[in-house]
Nanobody, 123 residues
Framework: QLQASGGGLVQAGDSLRLSCIAS????????AGWLRQAPGKEREFVAV????????DYADSVKGRFAISRDNAKNTMYLQMNSLKAEDTAVYYC??????????????????WGQGTLVTVSS
């Protein structure tokens, strides 16, 4: 119900845009976000968007470099990643929720998850 794409191998300083298309019950959710998991590390919050208001929040590590957005008509969420660093290397997951409230927006407790897309940044 969530399909992520756009990952790849890039050099440090390059840009990538990830996409996440929602269908079925995952469409029209309240909160959607991107999380990532690097090798040997726990999954971590990257960015989140309130689907209705467009409000956003970012992890400190990506603030100013990444931008999350959504296209209501296409039920699609994006993560524009600029000035990529080697430490951004990870599998990126998109996720969506009907239940998460905005004050808990950094929680990993989403109902719907995409399959993950690998981003590798070489230094």
């Amino acid at each position: 119900q969530l399909q992520a794409s756009g990952g790849g191998l890039v050099q440090a300083g390059d840009s990538l845009r990830l996409s996440c298309i929602a269908s079925g019950r995952a469409a029209g959710y309240y909160v959607a976000g991107w999380l990532r998991q690097a090798p040997g590390k726990e999954r971590e919050f990257v960015a989140v968007i309130n689907w209705r208001s467009g409000s956003t929040d970012y992890a400190d590590s990506v603030k100013g470099r990444f931008a999350i957005s959504r296209d209501n008509a296409k039920n699609t969420m994006y993560l524009q990643m600029n000035s990529l660093k080697a430490e951004d290397t990870a599998v990126y997951y998109c996720a969506a929720s009907w239940r998460i409230i905005w004050s808990s927006r950094r929680t990993p407790s989403y109902e719907y998850w995409g399959q993950g897309t690998l981003v590798t940044v070489s230094s």
